[in-house]
């Protein structure tokens, strides 16, 4: 392990961003799949599965690992010029400052993506989406027309990350799918092991994302909806049939 | 001199030419609010069963406009009004080809409509929530036949 005259291998990436990545790629054609098909109770189990995955990682990059942290790897154009100019001067541990780019812009869309499906219908008006109730028909129209471009734009923006990764194969000659499944990357170089977030800290974290995305599920009781164990019909006017029209 | 000509022709043609496209059978236009409204309705009901307390006038008003709103669907399908009339529209050639079954399935909907005005007049949620379902199955029935699937 003292071995440091080449290839020293340090844990990039912790195991909490590995099973988010990789349920990011499972979910994102099984949502689409569903969406096609118009499978939506599978849709909506789906999609609040993903906005917990989504909530747990803007968390995770905020109080996780160094290299999960937004902080520590989204850089200016400065920094970006300078990578691009220069990219092998320096081993980046992590995300370099042009694929924080990327990073940001895949997590941004997929939140976005992710609340306006939360407000979004279907023509009929019955499968909506579980924030749905609390705005205006049209409102939601134009959330669920959104729904559809910002997936698009998603799916553009997953091609380019796959192109991306292509490319850092074929003429960089850097395999970065290996260590998005091992979590390990060699360096020629010494580097420093990033400072990894503990287990119990990522199961906190875990089980708070969780927990939102129920809450929103459930349509963020009690001021948009009831607790799911309040059972009864509450009703807001008193029902007097003789009163009626 | 010629130029000139053109430009007047153009000026007293162009105006004809768009009254054209701009009066299409006001069937569609009829139809595309009528849905709207049944729309808003349905939501305006299906958002009182989620919300901490359900108000059941707003629930009546909905059911009123819905029963009344679905009498309609059935004469805003005149002949003429399907696809390739030049106007965008989502209703399938099956309307005209299956009237049987398009007008078994628009009588679906003003029974269904009819029953969820009944429920929500005796205020029994229970009743009405099973009555909306009913409803909701109806628009979801037709909409699988007779109305062009999104992309």
Redesign the interface.
């Known amino acids: 392990m003292t071995d440091q005259v080449q290839h020293v291998k340090v844990v990039v990436w912790d195991i909490p961003v590995r099973l988010v990545h990789w349920s990011f790629v499972a979910l994102l054609p099984a949502l689409w799949w569903t969406a096609e098909t118009?499978q939506m109770d599978l849709h909506f189990t789906l999609g609040l599965t993903m906005a917990g995955l989504v909530v747990f990682r803007l968390m995770w990059g905020i109080v996780g690992s160094t290299t999960a942290r937004f902080s520590r790897f989204v850089a200016g154009p400065k920094a970006i010029s300078r990578y691009l100019k220069a990219p092998e001067d320096n081993p980046v541990v992590g995300h370099n400052p042009l694929g924080a780019l990327s990073v940001v812009a895949l997590l941004g869309l997929l939140a976005l993506q992710v609340s306006l499906g939360l407000f979004a219908?279907d023509?009929?008006?019955?499968d909506?989406g579980p924030l749905?109730?609390l705005v205006s028909?049209d409102t939601?129209t134009a959330a669920s027309e959104a729904h559809g471009i910002v997936f698009n734009l998603l799916a553009a923006l997953v091609v380019l990350h796959i192109a991306a990764i292509v490319f850092y194969r074929i003429v960089r000659k850097n395999d970065l799918v290996t260590p998005m499944i091992s979590g390990r990357r060699a360096f020629a170089t010494r580097v420093a092991q990033p400072a990894l977030g503990s287990w119990i800290k990522a199961v906190v974290v875990a089980m708070l994302a969780a927990a939102i995305a129920l809450w929103i599920g459930y349509?963020v009781?009690?001021?948009?909806?009831?607790f799911p164990w309040e059972q009864t019909?509450?009703?807001?006017?008193v029902?007097?049939?003789d009163s009626?029209? | 001199m010629k130029k000139l000509y053109v430009i007047a022709a153009s000026l007293m043609v162009l105006p004809a030419i768009s009254a054209v496209a701009a009066n299409p059978n006001p069937a569609f236009k009829q139809r595309h609010q009528n849905f709207e409204a049944m729309?808003?309705a349905?939501?305006g009901i299906?958002?009182e069963f989620?919300?901490?307390?359900?108000?059941?006038?707003k629930i009546?008003a909905n059911s009123a406009v819905l029963a009344q709103s679905a009498q309609k669907v059935g004469g805003h399908f005149p002949k003429g009004t399907g696809p390739g009339a030049g106007v965008k529209t989502e209703a399938l050639p099956a309307i005209w080809e299956k009237p049987a079954e398009f007008k078994a399935a628009t009588d679906r909907l003003v029974t269904a409509t009819a029953g969820l005005q009944a429920a929500a007049?005796?205020?029994d949620?229970?009743k009405i929530k099973a009555a909306a379902g009913a409803v909701?199955g109806s628009?979801?029935g037709c909409?699988d036949s007779f109305r062009k699937?999104?992309d």
Do not use: E, I
């Open positions: 118009r219908q023509t009929d008006a019955v909506s749905n109730h028909w939601a349509g009781p009690p001021w948009g909806a009831k019909d509450t009703l807001q006017d029902p007097a049939a009626y029209m | 729309g808003k349905m939501k299906f958002d989620k919300k901490p307390a359900a108000s059941l006038a009546r007049a005796s205020g949620m229970a909701g628009c979801k909409h699937p999104k």
